[in-house]
């Protein structure tokens, strides 16, 4: 699976991918996706990744608790335009 285009804290985390660790995996009509916890030199992280794309980000505790304070605008933003930039439209 590609990291191709993510940051330098995602890079890499597969390789920490324990052969024990449990993988999740979730999916509908319009998505499939795996979730594994990972150890990493800076700690644990959730690598999610998705079959369909071949893509796959590392999450830590932060960044996980991060999606946590979005609003629904901003995860219908990202959906509405996966691979650009987060425009929220905060006008209504």
Known sequence: MSTEGLSGAASGAASGAAADEPVIELGNEFAEVRIRKVRTRNGARLLIS????????????????????????VFSAMIGNPYGPLEVDRDG
């Open 50 to 73: 998705s079959p369909r794309s071949g893509r796959e980000v590392s999450l830590c505790p932060l960044e996980l608790e991060a999606l946590t304070w979005q609003t629904e605008e």
